[in-house]
């Protein structure tokens, strides 16, 4: 499949936006028009062709310009990239996984050949050639991890197993929803996930982490999580809160539906086969209202979301201070006809 790439910004000007064929395939996160923590745990399979869930990892129209910016953030904080020492089998498990899907999903942008321990790899739109050692870091301009994540769209965590428990010991992290891996990174489970509020008295953390440990080679899973963001900045992470926290401060109903965005992440996790480690992609996708609302069940269903969600939720996902003005806003749009089930645009 040949893909068109944009160019465009997620800083200073944003220029970002979604044609009408990335629209119609975005992640729309909510089959009812009510939202609740949930496991919320699939078989990551095939989905739809053209579809976000049609490849193990999607690459889409937006893939220079996120691979440009990422680029920038870890120009300017190195600590976005880290890895414990312990970790270097499961980076190149890594490596191979993320190689070995885009080159099969994609072969007219990437290509891998492999010779033994001798690979060559080709990304055809950054325009990049190595030919490496596998399992020899020297061969490579970065440590696995980093060198394949420089052109993978999606922030990426590693998750050691041992103590019946995981620990997140490896990362690259550059479009997070408010979350530091310099903070996080050798922490388990349950210590990364203790912000979250209801999930904790529900269950939900101690089921997914069971589900988790007995996750199998070859049987990756997905699930989607979101939260919304003002202006289409993919870095909005605790270190620079400084330079987006303002902005939930300047939506108006004049400016709320180009300025709103609702931000979904598609989640998915891979036991990894020489490290038994188990790899958690996170794909952030974001769309703003005024592109949401040209997809009618997603218009009706959203203010429906938004107006009964638990205000702990809205708090914790930063969402107060312009949730009002967003579900007004989009209230003119929900018609009160009944929303069948599923998250699709049909």
């Known amino acids: 499949m040949t893909l068109t790439f944009k160019e465009e910004t997620f800083r200073d000007d944003f220029t970002f936006s979604n044609s009408p064929k990335a629209i119609r395939r975005f992640p729309f996160p909510f089959h009812e028009d009510k939202y609740m923590y949930s496991v919320n745990i699939e078989p990551h ?13 999607d690459i889409d129209e937006h893939y220079v310009s996120e691979m440009r910016d990422r680029a920038l953030v870890l120009e300017a904080d190195p600590r976005r990239c880290q890895a414990l020492p312990h970790m270097m089998t499961a980076q190149w498990d890594t490596l191979e996984l993320l190689m070995t899907s885009m080159a099969e999903s994609y072969p007219e942008h990437f290509r891998l050949t492999r010779d033994g321990a001798h690979w060559h790899w080709i990304n055809r739109p950054l325009g990049i050639e190595q030919k490496f050692t596998f399992g020899d870091v020297s061969t490579l301009p970065y440590e696995p991890m980093e060198y394949i994540a420089r052109q993978c769209q999606g922030d990426f965590s590693i998750q050691d197993q ?17 979350w530091s891996l310099d903070f996080d990174v050798g922490m388990n489970f349950f210590e990364w996930h203790a912000p979250v509020p209801l999930a904790h008295e529900k269950g939900v953390f101690e089921r997914a982490l069971k589900f988790l440990l007995n996750l199998q080679c070859g049987r990756p899973v997905r699930r989607l999580n979101w939260t919304m963001t003002v202006n289409p900045r993919l870095d909005t992470s605790p270190e620079n809160y400084h330079k987006w926290g303002i902005d939930r401060a300047s939506v108006t109903p004049e400016n709320v539906g180009n300025k709103v965005h609702l931000r979904v992440e598609l989640q998915g996790l891979w036991r990894l086969p020489r490290s038994n480690a188990i790899l958690f992609s996170i794909r952030c996708y974001l769309i703003k209202m005024s592109e949401l609302v040209t997809v009618p069940k997603w218009r009706r269903r959203l203010p429906r979301v938004l107006r009964t969600l638990p205000d702990e939720i809205a708090d914790y996902k930063g969402l107060t201070r312009y949730r009002a003005t967003t579900i007004d806003w989009l209230s003119q749009y929900d018609d009160g006809a009944p929303t069948s089930l599923g998250c699709g645009p049909d």
């Open 45 to 57: 399979t095939p989905g739809a062709q053209g579809s976000a869930f049609e490849f193990p990892i």
């Open 162 to 178: 041992r103590d019946n428990q995981l620990w997140m010991d490896a990362g690259i992290v550059t479009t997070q929803a408010d």
